[in-house]
Structures are given as structure tokens and as C-alpha cells.
């Protein structure tokens, strides 16, 4: 009798498993509330960002290329339900490429679009970080009411300029949660030339770079002055000063972003491995909990291994070296069992 009991238990199991091995391959879906994350990933695709100073597998890579594996590393670690857009900077404008899509149902495409992103689509040489900033914070509300902001750059203001003449954040600090992602080391590098096939034809030299800001007004306009180094609308920037000296290098500001971060309210946070920013994008604090196409594979794969566990213990409960196994155990809880005995 007990032996077509245990019989009948693990045909009985053997059934649940099919069943629910079956019903896995219909890949079953069913909304149900769940912790999402909506995030609006923007890369400066400025010329500073070629600079290649980080190793990958003793390989050097550039910044962008940095950034572009970490944000499809963190397109893998979003839960479905997620939302994310795409954006792309260079001078004072971020360029929303890509509209939020739910990362799951698009991911190819996303990550097809990330893998494409290039310096060549830059549309202008310069790089206005905090109107770059400002724009997409400004944007961000726009694609969806729970967006996040991920801005990867090394926060280089080029050309450099002067400090009176930025531009005043117009928003509230902390209405837009996210990160100012620091790209690049402290030391800094030269910035190198590539032609059309992205190969290097040399590097930037002092003399080639841009030396005054293009926007502004002169704080005087006498020739004396000029002629001791206030020149042109953004005064300040003659030949000698200290902005322009190494301005040909390129090296991550973070000073200038943890300025950024404190008017904005973002968290500025520096890249050094690609996968550290799947641990940003998924943190608490950035959670958005809505209705959202579960996928139920995971739970019923839970109710599968518990069967089949039942199934092992069923088959191999009369085996000797199991019988065995179970005596040893439970001789080692009695042996531990006496030592704590008082006086022992």
C-alpha cells in the first residue's frame, strides 16, 4: 500500500511539472502592480568625450564608449514595465532621440540605438554643459511624469567661459531626481582628432582651439583694456589666462559638475566600471510602482522545483546511501545537542 502511494505522488508530480513546463512555453504575461523605473539616458557626444582614458579588459576605451556600455548594461537590469528615452548632446541642446518605450517590448531597438550613437552626430563643436543639463531636466517632465534624468559627461565647458555669463536654473532643486554620471579621469588627456573611419589623425594643440566664448556681453570696451587681455564679448579670455593654458586637454570636471549637481539637485556620481550604473538606475529612491505586464515564468518556474524535489526525495527514499546520509545527520544534531548540555 505504501508502496503504490508513493507511486501514485510522483506520477502526481511528474504531471504538475509538465503542466507547468507547458504553460512556461506560452511565455504567460498578467498586469499586476510592479516596481518600475523611468529613466530619460543622455550622452555628450562632444569631442572630449573620445578621449580613450579607461581600461576594459586591458584595452583603453573612450568615455563614450564607456558610457554607452553602461547605459545598455543598465537596459538588461530594468524590470519590464520600465520606461526608457534616449537623448544625445553636444553645444546647448540635449536631442530627445528616441521617446519613452517600454524596455522590455523594445529592447533591441534601444540598444541598437544606444550601440549607434557617435561623435560624428554632434551638430556643433561646442559644449555648453549646464545649458545642456538645464535642457534636459527641462525636457525630462515632458516624456513622462516619473522620469529620471541619467546625464553621462565629463562636464567640460568648452570653449571655456565666463562664469558670469551662465545661465540660471529656472527649476526647483530636486524636481527632477537622477544623476550627473562624471565620465573620465582626474589627470588630464589629449583630446585626438578622428577622421570617417574613427581612426586617429592626430591630436588638438593649444593654438587650435577656440579660445573665446560666443555668447555675452564685453565688460568694457576701451582699448587699453583690450590690449591687457579683456577681449571680445566674454571678457576675461585673452591669450595667457589661466582657462585657456590647457585647453587643448580634456580631463572630468567634477567640480563643475558637483556644482550642477547642487543647483539641480541630481546626484553627481562618477563612472569607473560600466555595471555601477544598473545599481543607480534600480535604486529605491528611483522606483515608480504602476500596473505593468508581469512576466509570470519566474512563478511558476518556483511551484516546478519544489515538485521535482518532491519527485527526488520520492524515487531515492529507500536508498541505502540516502538512509545512510540521513542516520550521519542526524548522529552529528545529537553530538551537537550533548556539547551544549551544561557541564559538557
Known amino acids: 500500500m505504501a508502496g503504490n502511494s508513493q507511486a501514485d505522488w510522483r506520477k502526481r508530480c511528474l504531471i504538475l511539472i509538465l503542466l507547468l513546463l507547458t504553460l512556461v512555453l506560452f511565455k504567460p504575461h498578467w498586469r499586476l502592480p510592479n516596481r518600475v523605473y523611468d529613466w530619460y539616458f543622455v550622452v555628450d557626444i562632444t569631442q572630449s568625450m573620445n578621449v580613450p582614458d579607461y581600461q576594459v579588459a586591458g584595452k583603453s576605451i573612450s568615455r563614450l564608449q564607456m558610457a554607452k556600455q553602461s547605459i545598455r548594461k543598465t537596459l538588461s537590469a530594468l524590470p519590464c514595465g520600465s520606461q526608457v528615452a534616449l537623448g544625445m548632446f553636444t553645444e546647448r541642446n540635449v536631442v530627445n532621440v528616441v521617446e519613452p518605450v517600454e ?36 525636457q525630462a517632465p515632458q516624456l513622462g511624469k516619473q522620469m529620471r534624468v541619467m546625464f553621462f559627461t565629463d562636464g567640460q565647458q568648452a ?33 585626438p582628432k578622428l577622421d570617417e573611419k574613427n581612426a586617429v589623425s592626430g591630436y588638438w594643440e593649444q593654438e587650435e582651439v ?10 568694457t570696451l576701451s582699448v587699453l583694456a583690450m590690449e591687457q587681455g579683456q577681449h571680445d564679448r566674454n571678457a576675461g579670455h585673452g591669450p ?54 508581469t512576466d ?13 524535489g518532491v519527485y527526488l526525495a520520492l524515487t531515492f527514499a529507500g536508498h541505502p546511501w540516502l538512509g545512510a546520509g540521513w542516520r550521519a545527520w542526524a548522529g552529528v544534531r545529537q553530538w551537537g545537542r550533548a556539547l551544549r548540555r551544561p557541564g559538557k
Open 103 to 138: 524596455v522590455c517590448s523594445h529592447f533591441a531597438a534601444l540598444d541598437q540605438t544606444v550601440a549607434s550613437m557617435d561623435w560624428r552626430m554632434a551638430w556643433a563643436a561646442d559644449s555648453f554643459i549646464s545649458h545642456g543639463v538645464y535642457h534636459a531636466l527641462e
Open 159 to 191: 570653449p571655456p567661459a565666463n562664469p558670469k555669463y551662465m545661465p540660471s536654473y529656472a527649476g526647483k532643486p530636486g524636481d527632477v531626481q537622477g544623476y550627473l554620471v562624471g565620465m573620465g579621469q582626474s589627470t588630464p588627456s589629449k583630446i
Open 210 to 219: 577656440q579660445r573665446f566664448g560666443n555668447f555675452g556681453m564685453a565688460e
Open 240 to 293: 595667457g589666462n589661466a582657462l585657456l593654458e590647457n585647453a587643448h586637454l580634456s580631463a572630468l570636471d567634477a567640480q563643475n559638475l558637483q556644482r550642477l549637481a547642487n543647483t539641480t539637485g541630481l546626484h553627481f556620481v562618477r563612472l569607473e566600471a560600466a555595471a555601477q550604473s544598473s545599481g543607480w538606475a534600480t535604486g529605491l529612491g528611483m522606483t515608480a510602482w504602476r500596473w505593468a505586464e
Open 296 to 308: 509570470l515564468r519566474p512563478w511558476l518556474a518556483w511551484p516546478a522545483c519544489v515538485a521535482w
